[in-house]
Every structure is written in C-alpha cells, then in structure tokens.
C-alpha cells in the first residue's frame, strides 16, 4: 500500500480478520488483483454504503496501490455485512457525494473533518453465487 504509514499497514493485518462481518457494518473487505502481478490482494476498508453503491474514503490519497488496482481493473470484490458484492465503475466523488451516503457519526466526521484524499464509489450489486 504506497502512501500508508507503517503503522496502518499493522493495523490492516489485524482488520483484515474483522472487516466484512456482520457485526462490524462500517468496515468491509475489498478483494482486488495486482496490475501487474496478477495477485490477489485483501485490504479493509471502512464504507458508506448506500442501496446501489460503496463509498469509501481515501485517507491516503488516490494513488495507493489498491486503488489503482480496482481502477485498472474496472472493479473489485467487497465482502460487507457477511455477503460479498461485485463493484464496478470506479469513480472518485468530493465530499457532498459521501455526505449524501453517511448518516449518524460517520456523517458528522465528513461534515468536520472530510477526507483528504477524496471518495472513490462503486456500483454494487450482489455477486453471484458459486
């Protein structure tokens, strides 16, 4: 993950065992393919989630490698709530986008605070099973 300090790489070893459960509905797991190695890659995300997409912001900015990865494929996998979701059409939103998709806490964090990096949104729609 270029970009991410030491420590957040720590932090992701452990979330990565907790995001997408059920009982931890604003941290998922994102499951993208390498550009260039073609290697399967898991990272924990945090979403706001609305009935057709994801929103997720970018502490580290759009350049990170799991970005580029989902953008270059033009999806990704994200298991979320126990079930897994196909996203597609990668776009990076401002602010307003993910305020549209917060409520609660979460929405007075963006209101305060917003995120340096930006959004990236996906479409989502359940992916299939098998």
């Known amino acids: 993950m270029a970009g991410a300090p030491a ?5 992701n070893k452990l979330a990565i065992h907790l995001a ?9 797991v994102l ?12 990272t924990p995300v945090a979403v706001l989630a609305t ?3 994801f929103v997720i912001g970018l502490p580290w900015g759009r350049r990170t490698d799991w970005v580029r990865n989902v ?3 033009e999806g990704c996998t994200i298991r979320w709530k126990g079930r897994d979701f196909r996203c597609t059409a990668p776009t990076f939103v401002d ?3 993910a305020l549209a998709a917060s409520t609660g806490l979460a929405r007075r964090v963006i209101e ?4 340096a990096g930006g959004y990236l ?5 359940p992916a299939p099973e098998g």
């Open 7 to 11: 420590a957040a790489k720590q932090f």
């Open 20 to 28: 997408g459960r059920r009982f931890l509905p604003v941290w998922a």
């Open 31 to 42: 499951h993208h393919r390498g550009r260039s190695t073609g290697r399967e890659y898991a």
């Open 51 to 53: 009935p057709t997409t």
């Open 71 to 73: 953008r270059a494929a």
């Open 95 to 97: 602010r307003s986008v």
């Open 112 to 115: 305060r605070r917003g995120m």
């Open 121 to 125: 949104q996906l479409a989502r729609s």
